[in-house]
């Protein structure tokens, strides 16, 4: 089936640093790939979602300058954090459309991050 | 109102028992439902697509009722294997590209 490769799974990192999380589609291509985030005991709240080749669509109260997005290739989509703070701390978790054998979406394994 | 909603839970059920979850959506156009299980810390597992006919995998049931905005998902003979979070995803076209929205989750405790 289609798989989404995510890393880091686990991050640690220090405030003002800036940290990048890759989601890479093995078997298939991801044309559209989103971004989540998603804070202790809350649901999955959609950040942004990217084309590949264009520029992502960043939703209400996400600041774009914050959180880049890169979709260069079809199989490979990143969310760098930069000037990460202690509030950025979060589980971030990328999903990919699949349009094999049906419709559906597959997810990273997702990334912890802890800004310390 | 949110975009996606469903009931708040948690539900705590015995094993054996058959339970009932409800989302609601507020965008008339969404054209794909799902339903997906988090286990606590893990990522989203899809549990199965939403038809409009309504359809069934085993023990679970979804049903789509478009005119009503209202998506169910019905699990029989309940195991403690189920116990998860439910989540009610819906998939919307803005302009020209997918907005995968997911509700708020619902959690299921399947006590022994």
């Known amino acids: 089936g289609a798989v989404v490769s995510q890393h880091p799974s686990r991050v640690i990192c220090k405030s003002g640093t800036s940290v990048k999380i890759e989601c890479r589609s093995l078997d298939f291509q991801a044309t559209t790939m989103f971004w989540y985030r998603q804070f202790p005991k809350q649901s999955l709240m959609l950040m942004a979602t990217s084309n590949e080749g264009s520029k992502a669509t960043y939703e209400q109260g996400v600041e774009k300058d914050k959180f880049l997005i890169n979709h260069a290739s079809l199989t490979l989509s990143t969310l760098t954090v930069t000037s990460a703070h202690p509030e950025d701390s979060s589980f971030y978790i990328c999903s990919a459309s699949v349009r094999q054998g049906g419709y559906g979406y597959t997810f990273g394994s997702g990334t912890r991050l802890t800004v310390v | ?112």
């Open chain 2, 1 to 112: 109102r949110k975009e996606v909603e469903q009931d708040p839970g948690p539900f705590n059920v015995p094993e054996g028992a058959t339970v009932a979850f409800n989302c609601t959506y507020s965008n008339s156009a969404s054209q794909s439902f799902f339903w997906y299980r988090q286990d606590c810390r893990k990522e989203p597992k899809l549990l199965m697509s939403v038809y409009s006919s309504g359809n069934e995998d085993g023990r679970f049931t979804a049903q789509l009722n478009r005119a009503s905005q209202y998506i169910s998902l019905l699990i029989r003979d309940s195991k403690l294997s189920d116990s998860a979070t439910y989540l009610c995803v819906v998939n919307g076209r803005e302009t020209s590209y997918d907005k995968v929205i997911f509700g708020p989750g619902t959690s299921l405790s399947v006590i022994p």
